[in-house]
């Protein structure tokens, strides 16, 4: 297994701005999932093996980017204006498996971080 390490979670105002950081172990297709309090956990971003190719739940669609850095075995999320709904435990994935861009697998996640957007 890939074993991703996430980093980077932290306490935000509204409006405001935070970036997340992943470590994998190889390069491979690689996402964001959150899970917010009560609720279920939920996809947010996804970024294929070659970085050609990007994926975003609608509620995340132009506010956070993810993108991968040189060493093309980390994947960053940037994540803007932030909103208090965004607060949730952050868990990076690795080796993903989608068959329709919509829904995805993970084969590996991270411990996750957490991030909290105060109103």
């Known amino acids: 297994q890939v074993r991703p390490v996430e980093s980077g979670g932290g306490l935000v105002q509204a409006g405001g701005s935070l970036r997340l950081s992943c470590v994998a172990s190889?390069?491979?297709?690689m996402g964001w999932f959150r899970q917010a309090p009560g609720k279920e956990r939920e996809f947010v971003a996804a970024?294929?093996?070659?970085?050609?190719?990007?994926y975003y739940a609608d509620s995340v669609k132009g506010r956070f980017t993810i993108s991968r850095g040189d060493a093309q075995t980390t994947v960053y999320l940037q994540m803007n204006s932030l909103k208090p709904e965004d607060t949730a435990v952050y868990y990076c994935?690795?080796?993903?498996?989608?068959?329709?861009?919509?829904?995805?697998?993970?084969?590996?996640w991270g411990q996750g971080t957490q991030v909290t957007v105060s109103s």
């Open positions: 190889r390069r491979t297709f």
């Open positions: 994935t690795a080796d993903l498996r989608t068959a329709d861009g919509r829904n995805f697998a993970a084969g590996s």
């Open positions: 970024i294929t093996w070659s970085g050609g190719t990007t």
